[in-house]
């Protein structure tokens, strides 16, 4: 045992490599990565066999990722998992409650298009409209286009802008 021995703190197991991979559940390739980047300590017996030195319970020790236990590490996951859960539900409630209002708001447009209308209709009857002859013999401009100035002045302003017939 010579300088390569790292003292062992008393309280930790000794085992081979094939065991400290069974026992963390990890590959033997990835135990002794770990013990050459020093995340687990080791030392070589006299017949030239690699020890490591694992805790008790299982995990390895030497980096803060690995001193969570795995039940430590699954009520994490599932405490984010919740939290996640938790915004999409809010996610959910506000789109409905924006479709909601989207489609009162299209209702609401609606309505007021169908008062206008009602308000623009006429209450008495209009006379009748005059021939081309009668708008010539007043002086009025004629449109080759039968009705076409006089569609246009009938037309509701807000038609005009919005579009529609």
Not at 28 to 54: C, F, N, Q, W
Not at 101 to 112: F, I, K, P
Not at 117 to 133: D, G, N, Q, V
């Amino acid at each position: 045992m010579g300088e390569d021995r790292i003292p062992d703190a008393g309280w930790d197991e000794r085992v081979t490599v094939a065991d400290a991979a069974e026992r963390l559940g990890i590959t033997k390739e990835a135990v002794r990565k770990r013990v050459s980047r020093r995340t687990l300590r080791s030392d070589k017996d006299p017949d030239g066999t690699v020890r490591v030195y694992i805790p008790p319970s299982g995990t390895s020790s030497g980096t803060a990722s690995e001193a969570i236990g795995r039940d430590d590490l699954v009520e994490l996951l599932r405490a984010q998992l919740e939290d996640l859960r938790t915004d999409r539900d809010a996610w959910r409630d506000q789109a409905r409650r924006s479709d909601y209002m989207a489609s009162a708001a299209m209702d609401r447009t609606r309505e007021l298009e169908s008062r206008i209308r009602e308000l623009e209709a006429p209450s008495e009857p209009r006379e009748a409209p005059e021939t081309p002859e009668e708008q010539q013999g007043r002086g009025q401009p004629h449109s080759d286009a039968p009705g076409t100035q006089q569609g246009a002045q009938r037309r509701p302003w807000w038609r005009r802008v919005f579009g529609g017939s």
